[in-house]
């Protein structure tokens, strides 16, 4: 079966340096689950978007997926009052 290839926007590297490591640490391992199973559980998807959003904690992961591509873009994350 051929790989997923993670993207990341660059802005998230910004929302991770705002974000505590230990946290950071878990967020990071939640988006390589992804790679597994991108509509894994606790995966929900946005209304009128097409992209999807995962909850680590008090975190949300907000990502795309390209099917025909293989390809999950990763667009934002951030703590939940702020993230939509």
Not at 50 to 68: F, T
């Amino acid at each position: 079966m051929p790989s997923t290839l993670l993207v990341f926007k660059k802005s998230v590297a910004k929302d991770l340096r705002r974000i505590p490591k230990k946290d950071v640490r878990r967020i990071l391992r939640r988006i390589d689950a992804l790679c597994v199973d991108p509509r894994g559980e606790g995966c929900l998807k946005l209304s009128d978007q097409e992209k999807y959003r995962v909850r680590q904690g008090v975190y949300r992961i907000i990502y795309e997926i390209r099917d025909l591509q293989l390809i999950i873009q990763i667009i934002k994350v951030a703590h939940r009052s702020s993230v939509y």
